[in-house]
């Protein structure tokens, strides 16, 4: 089977990621897949181009602007479809939006039309309009959707049968996370030995959820003399960190990590005790909670979108509501019961495995497409 992943972005995002890992998945189980982008108008190491090819694949480049223009997508359609006639494909399987569109346009000018395969990355249909509905039915063969409730909407909103459709969690590249780093990660963070680390990975933003975090902390000031929090990250960090966390009077409480990536990022993980989870931002999908429960790290976070299904609550981590008090039960419940917080992180690594392999999801999306050629010839 020969799939060509479209991805209408050139910046190495949230959806992009999930996308690369899905293709080198399926190139494991023996399947002829590659990947589409844009072409890289960022800084080299944060193209896809780049990362794609520092995971070991050849992507193909086309203009693919994440954003509908009327030029760019009538030059790539062309282009796409000659490149379709010399390289034929049995799915074209889409990311994005504007991939979405590209890859219904295509398929209805080619002479042998491939399956059109959309995965989509929100936990609910944020937005329903006209574009959705004319690409809806039938001109995309199936959907793959991370929650339940955009199965339910999606049937419910535009009449999509459930055959069309399969639920299953992005991958994670839980060889990487589950990797244990070669040094002492918490010397790299200048971590004391005896600190119970709860940590952040985020944007440091003043509307982010960090306040929730750093005021849970000054809760569990007395009580919890051991916990640290261990923030990863850059942006406002003036605004949105110290200058908060000196009024609250848990400056001294913080170990600030910086912006991680790559190696560097999976040590951060295995620095931690507890993750703690405190509001979903643009990614939806919380690739961090993935990242965090393939490293075996425990999750504390709001009970609020997708979060509840990523989190198995008591057995790889704690809900709560999205208030400072809540997150304060939730993390103190941790850091008394060391036992149950070692049990967790073991079935947190456990369940990753299960639920967020590449191999997984490449044989669950393989099995899908099959289904879906049958159902449609």
Known sequence: MRILHLLSNFRWTERAEPAADLVLGQQGIGLDARLACGKSRAKLEDSIEYQARQKGLEPVVFEMPKHFRVGA???????????????????????????????????????????????????????????????????????????????????????????????????????????????????????????????????????????????????????????????????????????PAAQLGVADRLIIGGYCRWEKLVAAYHAMDVFAYVAPGTDKSCRAVREALAAGVPVAAVGVGYLPELVDEGRTGRLCEPTPEAMAVALKSLYDDRAACRKMAKQAEEQARARFSPTGQATRVAEFYAALRQSTT
């Open 73 to 243: 997508t009538w030059n790539d359609v062309r282009a796409l479809r000659s490149y379709l006639i010399e390289n034929p494909a049995d799915v074209l399987h889409s990311h994005m939006p504007n991939a979405h569109l590209m890859a219904v346009l295509v398929a209805a000018h080619l002479a042998k039309p491939p399956l059109v395969v959309h995965s989509m990355y929100e936990p609910n249909l944020a937005r329903r309009s006209f574009r959705t509905r004319w690409i809806c039915r039938p001109r995309t063969d199936g959907w793959i959707l991370i929650s339940d409730q955009a199965r339910d909407e999606l049937e419910e909103h535009y009449g999509v049968p459930a055959w069309r459709m399969l639920v299953s969690t992005p991958p994670v590249d839980v060889e990487r996370f589950q990797a244990k780093p070669k040094t002492d990660t918490r010397e790299t963070f200048d971590i004391p030995p005896d600190a119970f680390v709860v940590g952040l990975v985020m944007r440091m933003g003043v509307n982010r959820g960090v306040d929730l975090f750093l005021k849970a902390l000054q809760l569990l000031k007395d009580e919890c003399p051991q916990m640290r929090g261990l923030l990863i990250g850059r942006g406002e960090m003036e605004a949105a960190v110290h200058q």
